[in-house]
Nanobody, 119 residues
Framework: QVQLVESGGGLVQAGGSLRLSCAAS????????MGWFRQTPGKEREFVAH????????YYVDSVKGRFTISRDNAKNTGYLQMNSLKPEDTAVYYC????????????WGQGTQVTVSS
């Protein structure tokens, strides 16, 4: 069982930066994948990025490429999402999640952290 706790959200002006953290408790296996998602009211949850826990290989949705960086610290069982050049359309609740590599679904989810970008 893995429990996830996000932190680092807040209010920032457009063009600013925030770093989200995702602390995992329990055993994180090397074949896990950590993903970041976001959701705004009335819309479906959107995939943002993921990172393979063992290799560090990353993948991003086009809308955040070049602005967001996903990373992880294996020793701390913590993942991060560095968000730069934030835009008002990045405003959402951000969630981290874990799945086994190759699995279709993410089985572990955090509670979410609010990110608000003002124009």
């Amino acid at each position: 069982q893995v429990q996830l706790v996000e932190s680092g959200g807040g209010l920032v002006q457009a063009g600013g930066s925030l770093r989200l953290s995702c602390a995992a408790s329990g055993r994180v296996f090397s074949n896990y994948v950590m993903g970041w998602f976001r959701q705004t009211p009335g819309k479906e949850r959107e995939f943002v990025a993921h990172i393979r826990w063992n290799s560090g290989r990353t993948y991003y949705v086009d809308s955040v490429k070049g602005r967001f960086t996903i990373s992880r610290d294996n020793a701390k069982n913590t993942g991060y999402l560095q968000m730069n050049s934030l835009k008002p359309e990045d405003t959402a609740v951000y969630y981290c999640a874990f799945r086994v590599a190759g699995a279709a679904e993410y089985g572990y989810w955090g509670q979410g952290t609010q990110v608000t970008v003002s124009s």
